[in-house]
């Protein structure tokens, strides 16, 4: 049976029946063609996090945002001086990343330019979904800090470092980058070219970066050699050593009657009324042997302790116990999973599967990659932790007690139990 139809503008036209089947079958075949390449292309939309926003907080810029709907790792952060497109993205500088459910960054900007921030997911291959959607994972307004917030956050440049002794005391002057910080001074009887000569030396004071000498009284007749820290760069163990910079690397001194008129001090000083007390020893002190023909001047004849006193040292020496080195490596409470569901923190995802293989070097190169960042000062003295950690596994005993030291601001009582043990296993320790 044959069908009419009215095309528009034109005359009745007959077209059959199985004709007009395979117009049909031709127009659901091509709305198929073209509906599924839009909805696989749906399908495959990348996650994204919401409600990104930049706040300027001091020197700082602070990102928050809302996690995406679907599972994430972990997210890349970006900034760039212009508005993050998927054309100039590959000229954005990389931050750091962020934790699933982190939902904040905190960005350091080196100056008071307006920056652009981006947030993106990762693949399953860890590489970052180039596709940014405003409002959602990036800014659209540039946020800037201020250039004075900045100033009292760089670290200051001490250089030209000088000594001179002056009617018995040693004068340091130097200059200095910036007003805004604090200094650090160091000395000791050993030249400074490392972190472990700190151990040996004595923190004199800490003076504000404003001033540029300092007057020291040592002890007159030694080398000395001083050292001058930022002292937040010192705080979190980025201090540099540079020599007649911040390092003085000639020693001075002070000769015996320096600053008298050329006096001699032993003759200007009085003779002590009284001589000070003395002790004659009649055995060896490190073996107990007798010295043999010595009498002790001070011998004292044996006294019976009465029993409540007897008691009363057998009480107090009850307690004493042997000296155990730690032996088992340790999480801070902040890095353990509080819960059978719960996820580890990103430094203990780091270094977790390479303390328990004892591959400590490796752990050692994550936590120093980590440092290499910016982080906020807990997060920066729990790797300094994990980091003594690695360097005390493998017996360097000098490298890890500087690690705990500047893990301690934070985590006192944690660092001293393994600064206490340290110090215990110095005494017989050889390099």
């Known amino acids: 049976m044959d069908m009419t139809y009215r095309l528009a503008f034109g005359a009745p036209t007959i077209i059959g029946e199985t004709r007009m089947k395979r117009i049909h079958a031709f127009i659901l075949v091509t709305m198929f063609l073209t509906i599924v390449p839009v909805y696989a292309q749906r399908q495959r939309l990348p996650p994204f996090v919401s409600r990104l926003t930049a706040h300027v907080e001091g020197a700082t810029i602070k990102l928050t945002w809302q996690d995406a709907d679907e599972e994430v790792e972990r997210y890349l952060v970006y900034r760039h001086t212009e508005e993050i497109t998927t054309e100039n993205f590959p000229e954005a500088t990389y931050l750091g990343e962020a934790p699933a459910e982190a939902m904040t960054f905190v960005d350091y900007p ?92 004595v923190l004199i004071d800490t003076i504000p970066s404003s001033q540029t000498e300092y007057t020291d009284e040592p002890v007159a007749d030694l080398d000395y050699y001083y050292a001058l820290f930022d002292s937040e760069l010192l705080r979190i163990g980025k201090q540099r050593f540079l020599p007649q910079q911040n390092v003085l690397s000639t020693p001075v001194r002070i000769a015996p009657g320096d600053g008298e008129d050329g006096a001699s001090k032993s003759a200007t000083t009085s003779m002590r009324a009284r001589p000070l007390p003395f002790l004659v020893l009649s055995t060896k002190i490190d073996t107990g042997e007798s010295l043999g023909g010595v009498r002790n001047s001070l011998d004292m004849p044996q006294v019976v302790l009465s029993p409540r006193v007897a008691a009363a040292v057998d009480e107090l020496t009850a307690g004493t116990t042997v000296f155990t080195p730690i032996s088992t490596w340790e999480l801070l409470p902040e890095d353990r999973p509080q819960g059978a569901e719960s996820a580890q923190s990103e430094l203990a995802g780091l270094i977790v599967e390479h303390f328990k293989n004892a591959e400590w070097s490796e752990a050692r190169t994550k936590l120093k990659t980590y440092l290499l960042t910016r982080r906020p000062p807990a997060a920066a003295q729990r790797a300094r932790f994990y980091l003594g950690q690695t360097y005390y596994f493998e017996q360097r005993y000098p490298e890890a007690f500087i690690e705990f030291l500047f893990a301690s601001d934070g985590y006192y009582a944690a660092s001293m139990r393994w600064m206490d043990t340290i110090l215990v296993l110095l005494k017989e320790w050889r390099p």
């Open 110 to 201: 080196p100056d008071d330019s307006r920056y652009y921030y981006a947030v993106a997911a990762v693949d399953e291959n860890g590489d970052p979904y180039d596709v940014f959607v405003p409002y959602r994972n990036k800014t659209t307004t540039g946020a800037a800090v201020d250039s004075a917030a900045i100033e009292a956050t760089l670290p200051v440049a001490i250089t030209d470092i000088r000594a001179e002794v002056r009617e018995r005391q040693v004068v340091l002057t130097f200059s200095t980058s910036s007003k805004r910080r604090s200094i650090s001074i160091y000395r000791g009887t050993q030249p400074f070219n490392s972190s472990a000569d700190l151990i040996s030396a």
